[in-house]
């Protein structure tokens, strides 16, 4: 596709569900990022995939964070057992180059997550 | 480890008036530096990027910033602000300690225009 997109763009669930967020990047773009907006803490890096790995997954919040990649394409961040403090915004991104490029990154226009 | 700062949570302007948003970085060795803008319910898009080719880098909407090594500044400024330039803005500079090239971002100034 011509950007970056995410599915759903808004999810409610309860407390204790579990939620899976999807990211279909950029076609092409090798590396792919997940941020967290939230009020109180900004924007915060989660994990990054260089092709199907994610070689440092110490970003993501708690245990109950997971990502994968397949493919070399598309993302899910599944979170297990929800939380209130889950809720927030998650963006994904895409980049064209290896980490320290100059390249920019693209951004979708997020999930937001709600738990009630 | 790279650090962004962006002084004022908030900028109000008249429509018409200079737009100045303030961003200093901290980084041990030569940044990559991008502000993006975020409109409501929306994504962040690119408004610009430093990667040290030109000091004066001029973006998308009008919008332009000068980066300053001995301030260790990246402000971004447009001459005349137009209502839709109403969003929140953020300055970030590419993270080089953890080898996985995420950004690290300003906490965001959000632009308000008055008519």
């Known amino acids: 596709g011509a950007g970056v997109s995410q599915s759903p763009s808004n999810k409610v669930t309860e407390k204790g569900k579990d939620v899976e967020l999807r990211c279909d990047p950029i076609s092409g773009h090798t590396a792919l990022y997940w941020y967290r907006q939230s009020l109180g803490q900004g924007l915060e890096f989660l994990i990054y995939f260089q092709g199907n790995s994610a070689p440092d997954k110490s970003g993501l919040p708690s245990d109950r964070f997971s990502a994968e990649r397949t493919g070399g394409s598309v993302s899910t961040l599944t979170i297990q057992r929800t939380q209130q403090e889950d809720s927030a915004v998650y963006l994904c991104a895409s980049s064209s180059q290896f980490p320290g490029g100059n390249q920019p990154q693209h951004f979708g226009d997020g999930t937001r997550l709600s738990i009630l | 480890a790279q650090s962004v700062t962006q002084l004022g949570s908030h900028v109000s302007v008249s429509e018409g008036a200079l737009v100045l948003l303030r961003c200093n970085y901290s980084?041990?060795?030569?940044?990559?530096l991008f502000w993006y803008v975020q409109y409501p319910n929306q994504g962040l898009q690119l408004l610009l990027k430093?990667?040290?080719?030109?000091?004066l880098v001029k973006g998308i909407n009008g919008f332009e910033a000068e980066f300053k090594k001995s301030e260790t500044s990246f402000h971004l400024t447009k001459p005349s602000a137009h209502m839709s330039d109403a969003a929140e803005y953020f300055c970030?500079?590419?993270?080089?300690?953890?080898?996985?090239?995420?950004?690290?971002f300003g906490k965001g100034t959000k632009l308000s225009v008055k008519p």
């Open positions: 970030a500079v590419t993270d080089y300690g953890g080898s996985q090239g995420n950004l690290i």
């Open positions: 430093y990667t040290s080719a030109a000091t």
């Open positions: 980084s041990s060795v030569p940044p990559y």
